[in-house]
């Protein structure tokens, strides 16, 4: 709904959402979506190896999938850093209340997710497992949710305007 | 230990590399990916609907390749179209 929202604005403001898109780095974005969608790939073979009784296989691509996650925050907050160093913070123009809304709403659920990563690959290699695959499916469901919500962000936010 | 490590992640990133239809999934995410990026970076006419398309392409090959939708009852693949027709028209048609 916010990116249809954000569509909406951009007919009632042009100009400002164009000037405001060429503001960003679409190489960071860019690079973002390699690291998430690269992420998302290691979680689908993790869940593949649970299925198959290899935990320690797939604990081993539960962690790449983590990192993935890492690197994906770490590019974020460089880009953050650099946009509020130079001012286009929240209460820029309309373009970038929306930008750090909606992705600033995606950093969360990504750290979340990195959570709920984190808890079941603990569960997962404890002698005596708790966690069932049914809860390893479901965090790798929040997990790639997270990657679906930025397959649509991307394009609308860095590419489109 | 490190021995370990330095056998254990190129073995079974071999291992992964025979999972054909996850590692063709990725290679036409990555591939539309930067596409995309220089798509926008040319001053194509209907560039957005080309955008837009990738994006759609993409978050179905996340979603019925890597969470696995293929194998999920009806209702979910057809509720997830609907929502990508639903989103596509109306970012088009307000776009």
Redesign the interface.
């Known amino acids: 709904m916010a ?2 929202a954000m ?2 604005y ?2 009632q403001e042009p100009e400002i959402f164009h000037t405001s898109r060429l503001q960003l780095n ?2 960071i ?2 690079v973002n ?2 690291f998430l ?2 992420s ?2 290691f ?3 993790s869940v ?1 190896y649970l299925k198959k009784d290899e935990v320690k ?1 797939s604990s ?2 539960l962690k790449l999938t983590m990192l993935g996650g890492l690197l994906f925050l770490v590019l974020k907050t460089f880009e953050y850093s650099h946009k509020i160093e130079i001012g286009l913070t929240i209460g820029y123009n309309t373009f970038f209340t929306f930008y750090w809304l909606l992705t600033l709403f995606h950093v969360i659920h990504v750290i979340v997710g990195l959570v709920i990563l984190i808890s079941v690959h603990i569960g997962i290699n404890k002698k005596k497992v708790i966690t069932k695959i049914e809860d390893v499916e479901a965090g ?2 929040f997990w ?1 949710m997270c ?2 919500i930025w ?2 962000l ?3 936010i ?3 305007f | 230990m490190r021995f370990d490590l330095a056998v254990t992640i190129p073995y079974n990133l071999f291992i992964v590399l025979k999972m054909k239809k996850l590692n063709i999934t990725l290679s036409i995410l990555i591939l539309l990916t930067i596409i995309a990026a220089i798509t926008s970076e040319l001053e194509i006419k209907h560039a957005a609907f080309a955008l837009i398309g990738f994006a759609i392409i993409k978050f179905i090959g996340v979603s019925f390749f890597f969470m696995d939708l293929r194998k999920a009852h009806a209702f979910w693949k057809v509720a997830m179209l609907i929502f990508l027709l639903i989103f596509t028209t109306s970012i088009l048609l307000i776009g």
Do not use: E, N, Q
């Open positions: 990116l249809v569509t909406y951009d007919t679409s190489t974005g860019t979506t390699i969608i690269v998302g790939f979680m689908a073979v593949r296989k081993l691509f790798a469901a790639h990657d679906l397959l649509l991307f394009p609308i860095y590419l489109l």
